[in-house]
């Protein structure tokens, strides 16, 4: 997607757009899944602002912004009832893309707000605080959800919105990934020898744990794609209380809300900071928020629940994370993306990705264990 900010005049004075345009046409060289997946990011963010932010925002969900117009034309490309996660349907034997994409014109967010990656436990507590009233506002909503799963989409990183080869690879990722980085940490890497094998079999199971129907319980529209640079955070100094904006709903959809809380931390917060007991005070901080709002319609959310769910979450985003990213990364690719901020912590900075492998292959073996006992 191109985005530009706009100055226009009309009778009331100046004022500041954002414009996010997609010509499908820009896009005819990816490889149709890919393609396909980059037109359904564009129509499910038209409808998330049209036809559900004003009922969100009725529930006290406000962290948005003003959206002006959305709008998007996609016909012969995929279809109105078409869903995104649907990796059936073939591409279309006669189609074009001329004239096809769509744009939405929202306020632009400028000063004093800010955006920022990594952020600080504080700063990351304003974000996570800012999704947890997203997640309440739709919390256990059947109605609402079930409309929900028939017009958005999932997260960005759900198994069944990806490529099917980036699952098919993922053994041969992890070997390429462990050579390259096992001088880093010998014995990590020797804990976690048969770590992409693990993660393979187990991904199919954890991807249908991570992803409950409208009528489950503690399902919730999930934001789907929720790294720091899609946070627009207040200046501490700001005098009126004034949350965090959210931005860039392309993949939000039903699913869990640890989906979120398991990206964000590990997309945006430093391993320095999520040691001796910082991941676990996000944990705690995003569940108190949310138990709090929760609280209001007689809902909770059990904190032995909360955790199961946020260890599968965990993986989760690993698997994406190495069938997509790091089947070909290296020491020296980390080093040329160091200064990247929409780039995943885990992904440019090498103590955050063997911060990050330590706690995938814990959250792992509490799983591995949970399912042999189940078994048995």
């Not at 004239?99 to 920022?116: A, H, L, N, T």
């Not at 489950?216 to 004034?242: E, I, R, V, W």
């Not at 814990?362 to 399912?371: A, G, N, T």
């Amino acid at each position: 997607a191109q985005g530009h900010r706009v100055l226009v005049e009309t009778g009331a004075g100046h004022h500041d757009i954002f414009v996010k345009k997609i010509n499908a046409s820009d896009y005819i060289s990816k490889p149709w899944p890919d393609l396909r997946r980059t037109l359904f990011y564009l129509r499910t963010e038209v409808r998330f602002y049209t036809e559900f932010v004003p009922e969100l925002q009725a529930r006290g969900f406000t962290a948005v912004p003003k959206v002006y117009d959305a709008s998007y034309d996609l016909e012969g490309l995929i279809q109105e009832d078409e869903s995104a996660t649907d990796q059936s349907l073939p591409e279309p034997l006669e189609w074009s893309a001329m004239g096809k994409g769509g744009s939405i014109i929202m306020e632009s967010i400028g000063e004093p707000y800010f955006q920022d990656s990594p952020i600080t436990l504080d700063q990351a507590k304003e974000t996570l605080s800012a999704v947890a009233a997203l997640h309440a506002s739709a919390w256990e909503d059947v109605e609402l959800l079930q409309k929900a799963e028939a017009r958005l989409s999932r997260g960005s990183y759900h198994l069944k919105t990806r490529n099917v080869k980036e699952l098919e690879g993922i053994v041969g990722a992890w070997e390429s990934f462990s050579s390259n980085f096992r001088h880093l940490d010998e014995a990590l890497f020797e804990r976690t020898r048969d770590l992409g094998m693990r993660i393979q079999g187990l991904a199919e199971f954890i991807s249908d744990q991570v992803s409950p129907g409208p009528s489950d319980p503690y399902a919730t529209l999930s934001h789907g794609d929720f790294k720091s640079m899609n946070c627009f955070l207040p200046p501490s100094n700001m005098t009126t209380p004034q949350s965090v904006i959210l931005v860039d709903f392309a993949s939000t959809g039903v699913g869990l809300g640890m989906s979120d809380v398991a990206m964000h931390i590990h997309h945006a917060v430093l391993p320095e900071d999520l040691a001796n007991g910082g991941e676990e005070e996000l944990f705690d901080h995003y569940l108190t928020q949310l138990n709090i709002q929760l609280g209001t319609m007689n809902k909770s959310y059990p904190h032995d629940v909360a955790l199961r769910h946020y260890r599968l979450a965990v993986v989760d985003y690993f698997r994406f994370f190495l069938g997509r990213f790091w089947k070909s990364a290296t020491p020296e690719a980390f080093l040329k993306k160091k200064e990247s901020k929409n780039t995943a912590l885990i992904n440019r900075n090498v103590d955050s990705a063997l911060a990050f492998l330590d706690r995938v292959d814990k959250c792992l073996r509490h799983l591995e264990m949970d399912k042999t006992c189940s078994n048995n």
